[in-house]
Each structure stands twice: as structure tokens, then as C-alpha cells.
């Protein structure tokens, strides 16, 4: 509904702007004179001034108001109290007044020898504040952690600043999804509305994309929208008041009229867009978790009250992290917003991700849905076809970890990127003590890693760094025994074995210096190859020797700890291709290991021995009956993928072991070959088998188990599918790896299940 139709409406507005300009402690206003009531009369030591507003575009109703402000002025200008003081009139128009009006309201003027001008109500707010100057001053600064240039290697890819992908909102409180525009128009509407998200999703982009769309919307009708006013919460670090906000706002983007900015907010003639809610600490904090409320209601009095003192017909956005507050409920209280809807930001979807990257391409199933990492992999030509194949999942991922950290870094003054990536490291090892690999963990227990890894107490950044640590969100406590008070949780699997990684190859870099990993550990589960390919990447990258860890294989048996930690020292010592000691044969006890995938070369992991484990998979499609393997004692595993029984020259290894599940024969490598289907399919079908079975497979695996006959066909059948976008290369260690590929696993299950249908040639 437009300004123009609503006169009560225009007229509530027109009056806020007149009184922050004349009357700024609003204790003047309307006034009756003679019978007639007159719309705004304000009177100080030097002026009076005198305003009709009207939402009609005729002469007459012109020279009614400026006739009222005529006979109100002359009255009072006539005593003796106000001789000497300036008078002057306003008729104050919702669209821009007509040629008739302003000659109308002219004339009346100068036969009263009075200063009354007609104008709208854009003109009007020009007194107040120069919104125009404002907004294009604010457009050039920097929106939060939206501004953040990376260290790009390549510099020609700036899909982040000319595409912008629409990201979901979904509303907590039913589940219903909506955009950014109709946030946009919820705000416009007075409504108040907290954007929630874990590290990435894009909070700052969606409210500099807020801020653009209300912008434009302005401009086309200033006088039937207010204009956005966007505030990075961080740079409000250290203040009491919303007025100490609003003028350090306007100091950082060099606008030069802090109070007109403080008139126009107390106006009402803003929306305010909040981000940043998360890094906001008070200037001193000593105690323990049990204090953390009490330290974010301080830390958040100035936010506070600006929200609290905005107009209600003003719309407010804030965005944050939400593991900065222990529950929903403390978020809505501590920001003053009882009344406000909660939205969370989703991680992209696969539509998503081809729209960021302008094109359906064939992604790696290991890639993250969250658009910061995206932006990262993208700018650093980390996604195998989109960067040219150039990196491994485990180089990937290394450098995503030191990408975050060296952003973290540059929102700091006081914590340097090593210590922030090492710190993410201890915490992930923290968590795998808590609870697994995604367990709980409390805000003292990472204040001691803080202790740990920087060597001091967490300071004021130190606490700001701990309540919004990349990829964790809050847990709060329910009240249950043991569990711990403001914890932390990791939010993604991929991303807590990565940093758990790096932890890791600390320890074998290491293993003397107490370090947590040190000695035994209270859990029994293994992560899985990602967090060990992510050891032995970064223990390449520090220079080490590969022999090291064969050093700490030796030392963790000598001290009897057959566990978790000693797998995963295993499976690095086998990315780093270390040459085995035939002395040292790995002995696993008790450990409960996602999969095991047996190698085709001889290493450490072949020359294992595995007692009393529990294990999902072992995958044999990389193996033959010549092959070494490790032996699995008593073992329970839940599935033998490529065999549809054990080899006779290796029932050994399964002494006294239970395999629940093996592949039929006509899943096996053995089964599909003998399909009555053509060569290239039926070779095809193997190479996604294996492929699809797990992770990824080394592109020379592809040909084991293949007759010799069919063996040179391997590379063009692999061709194929890497054209068509089933598959995906990435060079790997001495290697290249083939990949599956995250939107096609549906359809190779389908290939997989009805092979008498597949046919190479079709495949789109």
C-alpha cells in the first residue's frame, strides 16, 4: 500500500521526521487553534515552525493548509515572547507537489509575508539526513565477513562478485521455507527477523543482498520505503549506547552527519540490518561457562538497546552464528526481540552448487555445501574438473582448513592463522574424546586447548574466537548429569576428521611432547581414511620424513595402545608410501572402524592384524588371491564387498571371524564381467562399481581383477565416463584418483541394479 493512500499513515511518518529535526526530545506536535485542529507546531528559543501534511494532489486542499499555517504563524509571531523569532511554514506533500500547489502555497506565502514553502516528504527528509549520500558511502564499504578477499591463486574467477545464488531460509517454527525478497518485505512491514547459520552459509552475503534489493526499492519510491541502514555489529566492539553505535558507524564510512543518522533511526525512516550479532564480547571475562549468559547479555547491551529503542513500525534483520548462544530462547531475549522469527540458512543443495558455478558440472562427492568453503575451492582450484584436476580430497580439505583459519585471523588482531588452525585441530580431538567423532564438548574444555595451543589464558578475542570457532555449533545443557555446560558440537563429519587430521600429524611429529594423543584414549572408533590422508598431507607439507611415523607405530605398541589412534597412524604411514619395517606388524584390538579397505600394495596396513574389531566394510574389489591383506581375528564385519566368498589361499587371514554380508556374484568384478552385455559396458560397470563402493579409487586399481585381454580397453572405457560426468579425476600421491561423482550415485545404483539396460553410449 502506497503512502498516497493512506493519509493517517503519511501523516505519522511525515510528523516523526519533522519532530526528529525541530523537537529531537518530542514534546511538541499537534496543536489546536481557533477550532482547527493544525498537524505539527514546534517552537524553541529561535524559531517557529509550522507543518500541514496532505496526501492530496489538489490546488484547493494547498491553500487550505498553507492559509492554517498562515493563521497559526501570524498568532504567534504577534506576541511578545516571539518577536524576534523565525518563523516559517511547510506543506508537506506525499508525492511531489504540482506545478498548482507550489504556485498555490506561493502565493499565500507572499501575501503574508510569511515564509511558506510546499514540498514533499522526500524533500523533507533531505533536512533530516542525506540518505543518498549515505547509501552510496555505505555501498562501498565492507559488509562483514562478505568482504573478505581471499588469497586467490586464481585471480580470473569472480563468480562471487557478479553471481549471487539464492540461498533456502527455513522458518523455525514450522519449517516453511522463503526467500531473501520476502524477508525483504517482511522487514518493510515492521517485522523483526534473526537469520541463523553455521560458518559459511552466507549470513553477510544475504544482508549486503538485503541491502542492495532495499536500496534500489528506495530509490524507485523514497517516499513510500525507508532506506536500509546496515551495521557490521563487530565494529560496535567496546560501546554502551546506540548512539555511540550509530556515530562510529557512520566514522567508518566517512559520513560526515552522525546525528543526522541518529535522527533519521529515532524517526523511524530506517531498516536496520544487523550483522554480526556472534562477535560481540564484553572487555573482561574471568570466569567459567556458568558466567558465559551473563557475558553475552553485556557484551550485547548496545545491540540491545537499539533494538529495544527502534520505532515498532521499523523493520530490524539480524544475522549470527547460532552456537554463539546456548539456546533459541536466549537469543530472542538477550537482542530484545520477544517478538521476533527465527530463520536458519541452509547449506546449498546440488541445483545450488551448479548455480554458483554456472554450469552442471561433474563435483566430487567430498565437496562442501556451504558457499564460503565453495568460494575457497573455487578461487583456489581445489574441485577436480572445475580446478583442473590438480588436488587430492585430502590436499582439498588441507587447504580448506588453512583457508578458514587465515580468515578467522583476519577478523582478529590478537590470534594468528596457526594458532586458529591448531586450535580447530585440538578442538576436533577434544570432541572425538567427548563423544566420537561429533561429540560434545564444553566451553572450559576449549579454553584449555586455547591455554594449550597460544600459550595464555583466552583474553577478550581469545572468548570472541571459542563462541564462534568455524564449523562448531552450541549444545545446551539440558540439565542431564555429565553432560557438558555451553558445548560445542561439530556440525559436519567430513570437516571435525579433517581437523582431527591435523591434530593428528602433530602428534606424529611429535608423539613426546604430551600432547593428547600421546597416551591412550577413552574412545574406540576410527574416522575413516579422510582424517589419516589429511595427517599425511600436512606432514608433507611440513617437511617431515615418512619414516616418522613408522617411529610412532613403534612407540604406541611398545606402550601397549592397540587402538584407534594407532589405525590411524597406520593408514598415514601408508599415504606417505612409507617403506614398512618387516619387524613391525601393526596389532588393532577392540576397534570399532567404519571400513577397511584391503590395499593392493604391500604397506603397513597389509601387514596388519585385527582383533576383536567391529567393522562395517571390508572392500576387497582392489585385491586378488595374490595379494597381501591383513588377518582379521574374531573380527565381526558386516559386509565383504568384491568377493562373493573368500579366496581359498586367504581364509586364514578370517580366522575365527563373522562376515554377515558378502556381494552376490553378480556385483562382484568377477560377476559383471561375465555379463551378457557389450565389452565397453560391461567394463564400464566394473569401473563404477568400484568406484561408487567407497570414496574413490586410484586410477591403476581400476584394471585389478580385469583379464589381462581386456586390460588395455580400461583407460578409454574411464575416458568415457569421465566425459559423460560420471566419474571424477583428481591427482593423488604418484596417482591419479578417480572419484564418484555427488549427483550421479543414484543413477549408477540404478546401472548397478538392471546392468541388461546400461548402454555406454547413451550415457548423458
Not at 173 to 188: L, T
Request: hydrophobic share 40%; with cysteine.
Amino acid at each position: 500500500m502506497k503512502l498516497s493512500d493512506n493519509g493517517h499513515e503519511f501523516e505519522q511518518r511525515a510528523l516523526a521526521i519533522a519532530r526528529a529535526i525541530y523537537d529531537p526530545s518530542h514534546t511538541q506536535g499537534a496543536v489546536m487553534f481557533r477550532g482547527r485542529e493544525h498537524d505539527g507546531v514546534f517552537m524553541d528559543d529561535k524559531s517557529i515552525v509550522a507543518f500541514e501534511f496532505t496526501v492530496s494532489q489538489e490546488k484547493a486542499k494547498a491553500v487550505k493548509d498553507a492559509e492554517k499555517i498562515k493563521d497559526v504563524l501570524q498568532h504567534l509571531i504577534a506576541q511578545p515572547e516571539n518577536y524576534y523569532k523565525m518563523a516559517q511554514g511547510f506543506v508537506v506533500t506525499a508525492s511531489e507537489p504540482t506545478a498548482e500547489q507550489r504556485q498555490a502555497v506561493d502565493r499565500v506565502a507572499g501575501h503574508a509575508r510569511l515564509p511558506i514553502k510546499c514540498l514533499s516528504l522526500v524533500s523533507l527528509r533531505r533536512l533530516l539526513i542525506d540518505t543518498e549520500k549515505y547509501l552510496a558511502l555505505r555501498r562501498d564499504a565492507p559488509f562483514g565477513s562478505s568482504g573478505y578477499q581471499l588469497p586467490a591463486v586464481n585471480a580470473t574467477l569472480s563468480l562471487y562478485r557478479t553471481t549471487y545464488v539464492e540461498p533456502t531460509l527455513v522458518r523455525r517454527v514450522d519449517g516453511g521455507c522463503v526467500s531473501i525478497s520476502e524477508v525483504m518485505d517482511a522487514s518493510n512491514q515492521g517485522q523483526r527477523i534473526v537469520i541463523t547459520a553455521d560458518y559459511g552459509s552466507g549470513k553477510s552475503e544475504a544482508l549486503r543482498q538485503l541491502f542492495e534489493r532495499m536500496r534500489k526499492k528506495y530509490f524507485k519510491a523514497p517516499s513510500e520505503h525507508r532506506f536500509p541502514l546496515h551495521l557490521n555489529l563487530r565494529d560496535g566492539y567496546g560501546l554502551r549506547t546506540p548512539r555511540e553505535v550509530l556515530w562510529r558507524h557512520a566514522e567508518d564510512i566517512g559520513f560526515n552527519e552522525p546525528n543526522s543518522l541518529v535522527a533519521a533511526w529515532r524517526a523511524g525512516n530506517c531498516t536496520l540490518l544487523l550483522d554480526g550479532f556472534d562477535e560481540l564480547v564484553p572487555s573482561r571475562w574471568v570466569g567459567g561457562a556458568r558466567d558465559l549468559k551473563q557475558v553475552r547479555w553485556q557484551a550485547l547491551e548496545a545491540v540491545r538497546r537499539l533494538i529495544a529503542e527502534t520505532p515498532d513500525e521499523c523493520g530490524i534483520v539480524l544475522a549470527g552464528r547460532p552456537q554463539y548462544f546456548s539456546s533459541p530462547g536466549e537469543l530472542l531475549e538477550s537482542l530484545a526481540l520477544e517478538r521476533g522469527q527465527l530463520f536458519e540458512l541452509q547449506d546449498f543443495n546440488d541445483e545450488q552448487i551448479f548455480s554458483l558455478l554456472g554450469t552442471e558440472i561433474a563435483l566430487p562427492e567430498w565437496i562442501p555445501a556451504k558457499p564460503l568453503l565453495l568460494k575457497f575451492l573455487i578461487q583456489n582450484d581445489l574441485i577436480g574438473q572445475v580446478a583442473d584436476q590438480s588436488k587430492s580430497v585430502f590436499s582439498a580439505w588441507w587447504r580448506v582448513l588453512d583457508l578458514v583459519a587465515a580468515r578467522e585471523a583476519d577478523r582478529l588482531s590478537s590470534v594468528t592463522r596457526e594458532s586458529i588452525r591448531a586450535l580447530i585441530a585440538r578442538t576436533a580431538t577434544l570432541a572425538r574424546g567427548a563423544e566420537e567423532d561429533l561429540g560434545t564438548i564444553s566451553i572450559d574444555d576449549m579454553r584449555s586447548a586455547f591455554r594449550e595451543v597460544c600459550g595464555y589464558e583466552a583474553d577478550e578475542e581469545g572468548l570472541q574466537l571459542l563462541l564462534r570457532l568455524p564449523g562448531l555449533a552450541s549444545m545446551p545443557n539440558d540439565g542431564a548429569p555429565g553432560k557438558a555446560a555451553e558445548g560445542r558440537r561439530f556440525v559436519d563429519s567430513s570437516l571435525a576428521a579433517a581437523a582431527y587430521g591435523l591434530d593428528l600429524s602433530a602428534y606424529i611429529s611429535s608423539p613426546y611432547s604430551g600432547h593428547p594423543l600421546s597416551g591412550g584414549v577413552t574412545w574406540t572408533s576410527n574416522l575413516g581414511r579422510l582424517a589419516s590422508g589429511v595427517a599425511a598431507i600436512d606432514l608433507e607439507e611440513a617437511g617431515f620424513d615418512p619414516g616418522v611415523t613408522s617411529a610412532v607405530i613403534s612407540k604406541r605398541m611398545n606402550e601397549g595402545h592397540f587402538d584407534a589412534v594407532l589405525l590411524d597412524v597406520v593408514l598415514a604411514a601408508d599415504f606417505m608410501a612409507v617403506n614398512p619395517q618387516a619387524e613391525l606388524a601393526p596389532f588393532i584390538d577392540g576397534v570399532l572402524i567404519p571400513e577397511v579397505l584391503l590395499p593392493a600394495e604391500k604397506g603397513y596396513l597389509s601387514g596388519s592384524t585385527f582383533k576383536s574389531c567391529v567393522i562395517e566394510v571390508v572392500d576387497a574389489t582392489e585385491v586378488d588371491g595374490e595379494s597381501d591383506i591383513p588377518t582379521f581375528q574374531d573380527c565381526l564385519i558386516g559386509r565383504l564387498d568384491g568377493w562373493s566368498q573368500v579366496p581359498d589361499q586367504l581364509q586364514g587371514h578370517f580366522s575365527g571371524s563373522d562376515i554377515v554380508e558378502m556381494s552376490s556374484p553378480a556385483n562382484t568384478t568377477a560377476g559383471i564381467l561375465q555379463l551378457q552385455i557389450g565389452a565397453g559396458e560391461r567394463l564400464a560397470l566394473v569401473v563404477l562399481k568400484k568406484v561408487y563402493a567407497g570414496s574413490g579409487r586410484k586410477e591403476s586399481a581400476l584394471v585389478r581383477g580385469v583379464p589381462l585381454v581386456d586390460r588395455a580397453a580400461v583407460p578409454q572405457v574411464t575416458a568415457s565416463l569421465l566425459s559423460a560426468g560420471y566419474i571424477a579425476r583428481a591427482s593423488g600421491k604418484g596417482d591419479d584418483l578417480i572419484l564418484p561423482v555427488k549427483s550421479r550415485r543414484a543413477a549408477v545404483a540404478r546401472f548397478l541394479a538392471a546392468p541388461q539396460t546400461f548402454n555406454l553410449a547413451n550415457l548423458r
